[in-house]
């Protein structure tokens, strides 16, 4: 994962450890999701976004925290802008 801000990658291993936090470290991403948008270059779009979906996907998964339904809405709801991100950025090798 090429793009994970230290301070987001750090926020992640807490909240992965510690299992407290969803609400902040859900923050973080969506704001880092906002970098996604302003990006003008795809291949850059294609890395953050895919390198957010991943750290969010493989901190979630290794928390093992059974989310509410409401987180669970929040994370689908991230998960398909990331998606979105990824496919508008029309970049094919990878």
Known sequence: MS????ELR??????KEQRVGFHSFMS????ECKTVDKSEN?????DIAI??????DTILDSSKLELNA???KRVIKLRG?????VLESKVMNF
Do not use: C, H, M
Request: zero cysteines.
């Open 3 to 6: 793009y994970i801000p230290s």
């Open 10 to 15: 750090t926020l992640g291993i807490k909240f």
């Open 28 to 31: 973080r991403v969506e704001d």
């Open 42 to 46: 795809d291949k850059r779009k294609w």
């Open 51 to 56: 390198s957010l979906r991943g750290f969010l």
């Open 70 to 72: 409401e987180q669970e």
């Open 81 to 85: 802008i990331l998606n979105k991100a």
